[in-house]
């Protein structure tokens, strides 16, 4: 069927569906990859691939429902405009989304920190402590530990910089290290769950969270928190194996037991 024999509605549909496509792998590719689980809401991954899709629609199939005429010899020329700039638009907010993408799952001290791609300067990434820290992952989240300076001066300075809004310890490479070296600290300041309310302060079941996860909530765990930059959510470990569980949405900030 050649495109003259469509009519306005039709061709509408046909790039209505060929865009939710287009949408539908972006998606399942930054949920899978880069915004795994729990990350894809607290990260605000959700609303910027909400806003791709809403420009892809109303860029692509409405302006072809709009323009299309079969009767009209600059029809195919038209389309490829529109399509043209339905791309430019995808591929814009693409890269914005990439450009914000999670690099770095950072523990330290008693909880974790969720830090994006654009949270990280270059300078402070080419100091990275090892060569794994001097480039941004593309295969989602990498988990690392960090260690705050020993030397008092150096400890100083990065306090007084952190003051006057400078990056803390989890945008700066140069104090990451491998996640093993820090994860006896961190579990000793994991949150029992029987200090944990079982509804968080947005009306989360944590017994559903975790369920999520294939868990059960009596079994032998406790959480940290995990800081991101739309919210806070959880990160379960078992106790007995000091093995870190995949994070649930359940703020836990909210949710301790005073």
């Known amino acids: 069927m050649g495109i003259r024999n469509l009519n306005r509605w039709q061709a509408f549909a046909w790039h209505l569906c060929g865009s939710l496509m287009l949408a539908g792998a972006v998606f ?111 295969s989602g989240p990498q988990p690392v530990g960090a260690s705050p300076p020993t030397d008092p001066d150096e400890s100083f300075r990065l306090a007084t910089e952190v003051l006057a809004g400078k990056p803390d310890i989890d945008r700066l490479p140069k104090y990451y290290r491998p996640l093993d070296e820090v994860r006896a600290a961190l579990i000793a300041k994991a949150i029992p769950l029987d200090r944990v309310a079982p509804i968080d302060g947005k009306g989360r079941s944590l017994k559903e969270a975790l369920r999520s996860i294939q868990q059960d909530s009596a079994s032998d765990l406790a959480l940290l928190p995990i800081d991101a930059r739309f919210g806070s959510i959880a990160l379960p470990v078992e106790l007995a194996s000091g093995r870190f569980l995949a994070p649930i949405a359940f703020d836990l900030e909210s949710a301790q037991k005073r």
């Open 28 to 138: 399942l590719l930054f949920w899978k990859l880069w915004y795994p689980g729990a990350l894809f809401n607290a990260s605000g991954a959700d609303r910027l691939l909400l806003l791709i899709a809403g420009v892809d629609v109303v860029v692509g199939p409405l302006l072809t429902l709009i323009v299309f005429n079969p009767a009209k010899k600059s029809l195919k020329l038209d389309l490829a405009v529109i399509v043209v700039l339905q791309l430019a638009a995808m591929a814009y907010g693409t890269q914005v989304i990439l450009a914000s993408r999670p690099v770095f799952l950072v523990g330290a001290v008693d909880r974790f920190k969720l830090v994006s791609a654009n949270e990280i300067a270059s300078a402070d990434l080419a100091e990275g402590s090892r060569i794994e820290f001097r480039s941004l992952p593309w």
